[in-house]
């Protein structure tokens, strides 16, 4: 195939063009400004990797600007002259590897920024619905697929901390996945989140929910409420009954 035709396609689901309409996206949500944050997808059937370049501005990303390796991530299939890649390949090539994920999405979250210096090694958030939308440790025995967290259980992601170049995070990222072999996402102290999933729609599924809920605990801690507490423990945090 020539590598112009690995980017074209009229489907808007097809990686080259999903991965532009979520940079445009990201963009406006204030996630991915002034070219930071990126993004990458594997093709679903021919397991190509599509990846955002490095420095490009993200609300005007296109399918000519995009890297794409072969499935065994050792070689690109097309390299746009005008860009270099993104800093962040070697993580997401590691996310691919070692998580069996079919996209990665980093943002420098500003909700991502403060969890990073409210909690220490962990952020935490506990009995709230939308920690529903994220998997749990547990696995369904007829389906193998995980089981969401429910509203009662506490949603945990590691703080790594951050370095001076992207690719210079990969062995705390991958100490992560030891540690917490069962998280779909790394907070970036000071930096922002790196978020993976299955397929890109889980992806999106899983930065939206982890971005709503760091974004409430922020909110909560400024109330002095711990993000973790009980419930019906917040009325001993807050000043005012009403
Ligand atoms: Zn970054």
Redesign the pocket.
């Known amino acids: 195939m020539n590598s112009e035709d690995l980017i074209k396609s009229t489907d808007p689901n097809h990686p080259a063009n999903l991965i532009c309409s979520l940079c445009h996206q990201f963009y406006y949500n204030n996630w991915c400004t002034g070219t ?3 993004i990458s997808i594997k093709h679903p059937i021919s397991n190509n990797l599509y990846i955002a370049p490095s420095g490009v501005q993200k609300e005007k990303m296109k399918p000519e600007d995009l890297f794409v390796m072969d499935p065994t991530a050792t070689k690109y299939l097309r390299q746009p002259q005008l860009y270099k890649p993104s ?2 390949t070697p993580l997401f090539l590691s996310c691919y590897k070692n998580k069996k994920s079919g996209a990665i999405i ?1 943002t ?1 979250s500003q909700h991502a920024v403060m969890c990073s210096l409210i909690f220490k090694n962990e952020f935490r958030i506990a009995n709230v619905e939308q920690i529903k939308a994220i998997p749990s440790d547990k696995v369904c025995p007829e389906t193998g697929k995980p089981i969401a967290l429910s509203y009662f259980d506490t949603l945990k992601i590691p703080i790594i901390e951050n370095m001076a170049h ?1 690719d210079q995070l990969l062995d705390d990222l991958e100490k992560t996945f030891q540690e917490y072999p069962h998280t779909v996402a790394v907070i ?1 102290r000071r ?2 989140i790196f978020i993976w999933g299955p397929t890109i729609d889980k992806a999106k599924i899983y930065n939206e929910a982890i971005d709503y809920l760091m974004e409430l605990a922020v909110k909560m801690y400024k109330l002095g409420i711990p993000p973790d507490c009980n419930i019906g423990e917040e009325k001993k945090y807050l000043n005012l009954s009403l």
């Open positions: 930071g944050g990126g800093a962040c980093h420098h992207e970036v930096h922002g």
